[in-house]
């Protein structure tokens, strides 16, 4: 079994900072990726951010230049910083992972249970 924990979500103000964070954990035997999504109520699911664990990265143009997703490899976790924050950026995070339980298993994706993010004055 592999499980995703998330935290860190929260209410903050418009142009504030919150860090969240996402720790994998289970029967893992590697690790291709891990990343962000967020849905917002309403809206379907979008992807924010992703990272390689060579440490390559993407971003949805949205967050781009406001969010920095980084892992710590050792730790099996995933973080999202995000910077000036806008309203627009209130959702339901959700942590996401390609992970091979075993050699002989393929990546399969795995989700976290979600945190919410709220950018209100």
């Known amino acids: 079994q592999v499980q995703l924990v998330e935290s860190g979500g929260g209410l903050v103000q418009p142009g504030g900072s919150l860090r969240i964070s996402c720790a994998a954990s289970g029967s893992i035997f590697s690790i291709y990726a891990m990343g962000w999504y967020r849905q917002a109520p309403g809206k379907q699911r979008e992807l924010v951010a992703t990272i390689s664990w060579g440490g390559r990265t993407t971003y949805a143009d949205s967050v781009k230049g406001r969010f920095t997703i980084s892992r710590v490899n050792a730790n099996n976790t995933v973080y999202l910083e995000m910077n000036s924050l806008k309203p627009e950026d209130t959702a339901v995070y959700y942590c996401?992972?390609?992970?091979?339980?075993?050699?002989?298993?393929?990546?399969?994706?795995?989700w976290g249970q979600g945190t919410q993010v709220t950018v209100s004055s």
């Open positions: 996401n992972a390609y992970i091979r339980t075993t050699f002989r298993d393929p990546n399969l994706d795995y």
